[in-house]
């Protein structure tokens, strides 16, 4: 049985396909002759479909590009124009920044749920992940299967019926409690008659997409559109080349064959033995040598309670640093010399001089500049897995996190609760425990494809308060998640009352603290109305 479904197209279709994808039958593919404001959409639409991107592009796109043109191109052969006019630059100028020059969209299909996470870790490339709050997980692929990563290794092994049967009954529960959810929802928050039906309905699909996120397992596959630089590329298949998770592996050969179709100069380091081997040897033996040394020094001490979030460090003169900072911009002054001048002045002309600098924010959007990034925080977070793979990927900022295991518990859903569904919705948590418990001793880099996203993991993040504005602002906006509000919420107060800067947090004024039923209704009433207006 292969590792990936594929698709199948007429062939006017994958005459069409042949013009602008690298492959028609793999996973990983990148998009070549559009233009970037039409690849820039597709990867828009992308994260909101429950379609591949090929049959994304061909139902909803092809009718309205010009593509007389491209008649005679055949990008899935290889771009060997490409490559020669790349090696002519690459090696003329001999430089890494020219790297930074090429730029490639690559779709990156039925990616684990721990796979997506690896996929965007860097902070210099651009992603949209297909989201688990617009789509629903219980229709079947092509081949008949449920939406999951199936490792071979585990597959081959004793456990492998054990891990199929297991994970097609947690995704039979998801799919079994989304209409009985969708109908609690129906009767608990009647239509407004000022809404239209299919506002409503998009609402109500929300909630219940958000209530049992939590019982789909990490292995749950998504799409990932990425764009990126030669050089982010480089680094991303070197960190993917080292990791312990197979699927990385494995899928970094994928991505390299690809992206070799486009920008292959820029990638020629990565698979040489003294060059990106060295690289990827260093980082594996790194890792290796720190999970001993962790194990060595932490193994037989237990977590100690801990609420949600904790802030970890702070600067207690950040306020007096921030004023300074905003001004030293608009002086002539070493920024010592003004900082001096800062503490002489009362409190109120300190939040005078912040007020000022923020100015008149009409929306979230509007952000001061980077004077705010002078002080940072850290933030120790014990949250669910859905959540943490919301707020990871906001990448201008600092997080690590631990592997995914159970050992934390799970957050049960106040609406799962209230709907009378606890006990099939704890069946599901504790048959995705027990199969992580028996993956554990014999495959642990893959026992967390077992675990549902309802179980907690703990992570650090660290930000300076320029990105704890947009962060805490974006994520606690009313359409967001009730789990990633409540740790947002909770950087915020801390940030007011634990650290005690309360100009800072009155500078984020657009966090909202506030609660709702159908989150999603007030988003998609705005959306209708612009579809309307058009």
């Known amino acids: 049985m292969s590792l990936y479904a594929a698709e199948e197209f007429t062939a006017e279709e994958e005459l069409i396909l042949r013009r602008y994808v690298t492959n028609l039958d793999l996973p990983v593919f990148a998009l070549v002759n559009l233009p970037e404001v039409v690849k820039g959409a597709l990867f828009a639409r992308y994260s909101r479909s429950p379609k591949s991107l090929r049959r994304l592009f061909l139902d909803e796109f092809v009718g309205d590009l010009d593509m007389a043109g491209d008649a005679s191109i055949d990008a899935t052969v290889g771009l060997k124009r490409a490559e020669d006019l790349y090696d002519r630059v690459f090696l003329e100028y001999g430089d890494d920044s020219v790297a930074q020059l090429g730029g490639v969209h690559l779709a990156c299909e039925q ?5 997506t996470k690896v996929l965007e870790w860097g902070r210099l490339m651009a992603y949209l992940e297909q989201s688990t709050r617009y789509i629903a997980y219980d229709n079947r692929l092509s081949n008949g299967r449920y939406r999951y990563y199936r490792d071979p290794a585990v597959l081959e092994s004793h456990l492998g019926a054990r891990y199929v049967g297991d994970l097609d ?5 998801y799919a079994e409690l989304l209409p009985l959810m969708q109908a609690w929802f129906t009767e608990r928050y009647p239509k407004d008659p000022a809404d239209s039906d299919f506002v409503y309905r998009q609402s109500i699909k929300a909630k219940a997409f958000d209530s049992l ?28 080349r080292a990791h312990p998770l197979p699927e990385a592996r494995a899928y970094a050969e994928l991505m390299l064959t690809e992206l070799r179709k486009v920008i292959p100069s820029f990638l020629k380091r990565v698979d040489l033995p003294d060059r990106g081997g060295a690289w990827s040897a260093y980082l594996e033996k790194n890792h290796s040598v720190m999970d001993d040394l962790a194990d060595a020094l932490f193994a037989h001490e237990a977590p100690e309670p801990r609420p949600m979030v904790t802030l970890l460090d702070y600067d207690p003169d950040a306020e007096d640093k921030l004023v300074a900072s905003m001004l030293y911009a608009h002086t002539a002054l070493p920024e010592d010399q003004v900082l001096r001048r800062v503490k002489q002045l009362s409190t109120e002309e300190k939040r005078s001089v912040m007020l000022a600098y923020a100015g008149e924010r009409t929306n979230r959007r509007h952000r001061p500049a980077r004077g705010l990034e002078r002080t940072a925080y850290r933030f120790d977070v014990l949250s669910d897995y859905g959540a943490f793979r919301d707020l990871q990927r906001h990448r201008m900022l600092t997080i690590e996190w631990q592997d995914l295991g159970c050992r934390h518990g799970y957050v049960l859903p106040e609406a799962v609760e209230e709907a009378g569904l606890y006990e099939r919705f704890d069946e599901a948590m504790q048959r995705s425990a027990d199969l992580h418990d028996a993956l554990a001793p014999v495959f642990p880099a893959q026992a967390g494809y077992a675990v549902a996203l309802a179980y907690r993991v703990r992570y650090v993040m660290q930000m300076n308060a320029r990105e704890a504005m947009h962060m805490l602002e974006l994520r606690t906006g009313p359409q967001g998640h009730p789990e990633y509000r409540r740790v947002c919420q909770e950087m915020h107060r801390l940030i007011a009352d634990q650290a005690g800067h309360k100009v800072v947090a009155e500078l984020m004024h657009f966090v909202d603290h506030g609660t709702y039923d159908l989150e999603r209704l007030e988003s998609e009433r705005k959306a209708e109305a612009r579809r309307t207006a058009q």
């Open 213 to 240: 996120r939590g019982i789909l397992p990490a292995a749950a596959t998504s799409n990932v559109g990425i764009y990126g630089t030669g050089q982010a590329y480089e680094a991303l298949l070197l960190r993917m």
């Open 169 to 173: 009954r947690l995704f039979d529960t």
């Open 111 to 115: 990616a684990s749920n721990l796979l």
